[in-house]
């Protein structure tokens, strides 16, 4: 359960809010009917030993509730209190959304971070309103906001979510303690603004480091996440204690460092722009690079071929990081096949 209680969830958040949080997508068993544990903590373990602070638990995948539970179950245990969990509310509908957040909140999940399915079709900012307001009652976990061109949602506002929705949504709901401000990408107005209107009333986060690194060194930043940060390894949380520090010289040292490995990052999800879909293996395979746990995954997915596969892994050697030598057909196996 939190550590805290409904109208106390923009006070944790404040307080509790801290570092870089990345992803951790399930890893499945190699005849994929069931998930792999052996998997899962490792990359709780590793995420821990990498310095991250926090982990978002993508549901955005092929798996049930039950299986969800054991994710977040696995995870918590695994944890024992060293990694903040993050609900991933992207599940089918509004009804399995809360399901499934109850079962988060009761597996020591932390934060939300809120998500719309993809039949969820808007067409004013008062069906966003209520879609967000029904899930927000539903939980009294700390709820993160997430405006980003995913959802489609600009058809209503270029922003994607407009300040003044985000404005009714602070208001109404206790609950929502902070934002992903991804809002109008690949500018970073939809951050500027939400930071001015709202950040000291909520935790305002801006999770791509491309953007983050710059601007933590001109407004105080707290909190980045979620993000596919495990690509860099142990990098990113090494450059926001630089940031937090004021080392900004070092910080953009490291910045510059990893820019051939940012441009590859760009170039091998190029698509989302056409898709509004990640592509969830590719940023498995990302962190297998690192020494995540990697391993197949589930119909529906993307899939990955080997330009993709050695554009990252060039990406990191360009950028002085060492990528696993085990041969990109690893992945598909995993460090720890059951």
């Known amino acids: 359960m939190a550590r805290y209680v409904k109208k106390e969830a923009r006070e944790w958040a404040r307080e509790h809010l801290r570092g870089v949080a990345n992803v951790i997508i399930p890893s499945y068993s190699r005849d994929l009917k069931r998930l792999n544990e052996k998997g899962i903590r490792h990359d709780v373990r590793l995420e821990i ?132 401000a991804e809002g109008g990408m690949p500018n970073v107005m939809g951050f500027v603004e939400c930071h001015r209107l709202f950040g000291k009333e909520i935790v305002v986060t801006c999770p791509l480091e491309i953007d983050m690194i710059p601007l933590a060194q001109l407004v105080p930043m707290q909190f980045s996440g979620t993000s596919n940060t495990e690509y860099y390894g142990a990098m990113i949380p090494r450059i926001f204690r630089l940031l937090q520090d004021k080392e900004f010289d070092e910080a953009t040292r490291l910045y510059w460092q990893l820019h051939p490995a940012r441009k590859a990052n760009a170039a091998a999800n190029a698509y989302i722009a056409q898709t509004l879909f990640l592509h969830r293996m590719l940023w498995k395979f990302q962190g297998w690079l690192n020494g995540f746990n990697g391993g197949p995954m589930r119909r529906p997915t993307m899939r990955l071929n080997d330009a993709q596969m050695n554009l990252l892994r060039q990406g990191l050697v360009k950028s002085g990081l060492k990528p696993t030598d085990d041969p990109n057909g690893a992945f598909f196996v995993g460090r720890n096949p059951v």
């Open 49 to 180: 030993e990498y310095g991250f602070a926090g982990t978002l638990l993508v549901s955005e995948v092929a798996i049930t509730l039950e299986e969800y539970r054991q994710f977040c179950e696995w995870a918590n245990d695994e944890a024992k209190g060293r990694l903040m969990l993050i609900h991933h509310a992207s599940f089918n509908d509004l009804e399995e959304n809360i399901e499934a957040v109850g079962i988060a909140e009761a597996n020591g999940a932390e934060l939300v971070l809120l998500s719309y399915p993809p039949n969820f079709y808007p067409t004013s900012a008062q069906d966003i309103y209520d879609y967000t307001k029904a899930f927000c009652d539903a939980t009294s976990l700390a709820v993160m906001l997430f405006p980003v061109t995913l959802w489609g949602f600009d058809r209503v506002h270029p922003s994607d979510i407009e300040a003044a929705l985000i404005r009714r949504l602070i208001d109404d709901c206790p609950n929502v303690a902070a934002v992903k």
